[in-house]
């Protein structure tokens, strides 16, 4: 079962998942790619946890046990056989391992209590439909009886999105739903079915020429870390932002127009580049989560695909102040944005330096004779895009303003390094909690004005609970604020204590000013904060429109968006 090579290394898991275990619902990515730690990564956790060498020699729960519940469908046999009818033979399913692996995210929540072997939860149905036809008739039908419907995309979810706390069915978007359906290359749009996932996406705009007749190649500009798992529909509904959205914005930014199946009926919104026609449903629907219906298409922008006139950076500031500062006078310097910018703290530079062997080495001692100090010094890295002019424009603003600020230029080694393990890293994730070790993130929304306390705040609550490591930083910007990126591990795998310690950290965000959330959108785990964050009246106002196209509450029940119980 284990890759015994490297007497020296601890003995991680490398073979994939067996089938219908929870372990292959749980892990990251693809059944058969792993990530492991590597020696520096783990020499620096192990020294800021205080683990001793033992801590390695024994994994805990690693999850490889079949799937099985005893959890019966609640759904009437008439009503179940209404339901296959509709998708046809092959796209329904009532098996313990299709009901949980459907109904399951990638929350840390949900990956302890499957470790634990614990399932609840669960819907009583899963259906794949085949277009938006099967869809209306899933809504038209499951309203009528009063069945819970929910959605699943890509499975991605971290903030518990995808537990069906009332039963029902769970529409799996997918298998189907990811065709292409429109694209307009006068318009710069193109429309998609909501289960498109990322690569497809990306690669079909990347080869527009050979595979749409277009005059030019072009890109959705929309790279979440879990682009490879996610899908174009999930970016939409939860308000994601993809790392390059300092340049291209997030999802909310990216949408043209929606069309949604509702219990209330089927609507698509307007796909003008502006009107003055009212408050603009398009924008009351991104973000909903599958509370108000089911997003069936989506059109989004899109933009010219030209890698060849990047620009690559790097720069290393003496503290996180001047970082900060430097970000946000590029930030509203009014020259054009870079597509990537990330700014770490002291202790996510640190931590970068030494996993990567840079620590102790010729640069860093040069570094520290320039007075880049290990405890205070925080690197930058980033990109420019767009037209050739254009990109080498701002990278050459970035640097004069970085200097002016006392950053030192790192050449694009240390970006091009980040880059090469964007989109992996996730994949270390189940390593570490093989033995014990946890790695969770939540990031929040900040002003400029406010940031500082933010930083201060929540980092205070987290450092508290001592062995940990709290790596920040901030990585999506605007002329009015950035986000902060809290990564914390720590020798803990009790759910019920991870759960208060979460739950404290989002207490914190909120305590100190920080929105709820920047790109991993609501869900349950954000739910109960939610009327606190926006306010009684905003909600009411929320709840209306859930009553309006949702009158029975059965698109997404159980607290989600904070609607309901």
């Not at 999850?63 to 019966?72: A, K, M, Q, T």
């Amino acid at each position: 079962m284990k890759d015994n090579k490297k007497a020296t290394a601890p003995d991680w898991v490398n073979i994939p998942p067996a089938p219908h275990t929870f372990r292959s619902i749980f892990k990251w990515g693809a059944p058969d790619e792993f990530k492991h730690p590597n020696a520096g990564f783990l020499a620096v956790v192990s020294d800021a946890l205080g683990l001793a060498d033992s801590r390695f020699q024994a994994t805990g729960d690693t999850g490889e046990e079949p799937v099985s519940c005893e959890i019966p469908s609640r759904l009437s046999r008439g009503d179940a056989d209404t339901l296959a009818a509709i998708v046809g033979e092959e796209n329904f399913s009532f098996g313990d391992y299709d009901r949980l692996k459907y109904s399951t995210g990638k929350a840390m929540e949900d990956i302890l209590k499957l470790r634990a072997g614990m399932v609840d939860n669960l819907p009583d149905m899963v259906l794949h439909p085949r277009d938006q036809s099967d869809v209306e008739k899933i809504v038209s039908f499951c309203h009528e009886k009063k069945i819970p419907v929910y959605v699943y995309g890509g499975g991605s979810s971290v903030t518990l999105g995808l537990e069906c706390n009332h039963g029902g069915v769970t529409l799996v978007m997918g298998t189907h739903m990811n065709r292409m359906l429109a694209f307009n290359e006068v318009n710069r749009t193109i429309t998609v079915e909501p289960g498109m996932m990322g690569p497809a996406y990306e690669d079909l705009l990347n080869n527009a020429p050979e595979q749409l007749g277009a005059a030019h190649r072009y890109t959705g500009g929309h790279f979440p870390q879990s682009f490879e798992f996610s899908s174009v529909g999930g970016w939409v509904v939860t308000l994601g932002a993809g790392q390059a959205s300092s340049y291209y914005g997030d999802a909310y930014d990216l949408v043209v127009s929606q069309k949604y199946v509702t219990p209330a009926g089927t609507f698509k919104t307007l796909d003008y580049p502006a009107t003055a026609t009212g408050p603009k449903v398009n924008d009351i629907m991104k973000g909903s989560e599958g509370c108000y219906g089911v997003l069936v298409a989506v059109t989004m922008k899109i933009f010219r695909y030209r890698p060849e006139n990047s620009r690559l950076f790097a720069l290393m500031f003496p503290d996180w102040e001047s970082g900060v500062n430097a970000t946000r006078e590029i930030s509203q310097g009014e020259f054009g944005m870079p597509s990537i910018m990330r700014i770490s703290d002291p202790e996510e530079t640190d931590l970068g330096l030494k996993m990567y062997g840079i620590d102790d080495s010729l640069l860093d001692r040069f570094m520290r004779f320039k007075g880049m100090q290990p405890g205070s010094r925080c690197l930058f890295i980033g990109q420019a895009d767009g037209e050739k002019g254009f990109a080498r424009n701002v990278k050459k603003n970035v640097k004069q303003i970085a200097a002016r600020h006392g950053a030192m230029y790192l050449t694009a080694y240390p970006m091009k390094k980040w880059m090469h393990g964007r989109f992996s890293d996730p994949y270390m994730r189940e390593d570490l909690n093989d033995f014990g070790i946890l790695i969770d993130t939540l990031e929040s929304s900040v002003t400029w004005d406010n940031l500082h306390q933010l930083y201060q705040g929540v980092r205070t609550y987290i450092k508290q609970h001592a062995p940990i490591i709290c790596m920040t930083h901030a990585s999506h910007f605007y002329p009015q604020g950035t986000n902060l990126y809290f990564i914390f591990l720590a020798p803990m795998n009790d759910l019920t204590v991870f759960r208060k310690f979460q739950r404290g950290i989002i207490e914190a965000i909120v305590q100190h000013g920080g929105s709820l959330s920047h790109h991993h959108g609501v869900g349950r785990m954000m739910g109960p904060w939610m009327e606190r964050h926006l306010g009684k009246e905003q909600m009411n106002i929320l709840r209306a429109v859930k009553d309006h196209l949702d009158p029975h509450d059965i698109m997404n029940p159980g607290g989600t968006l904070g609607l309901d119980g």
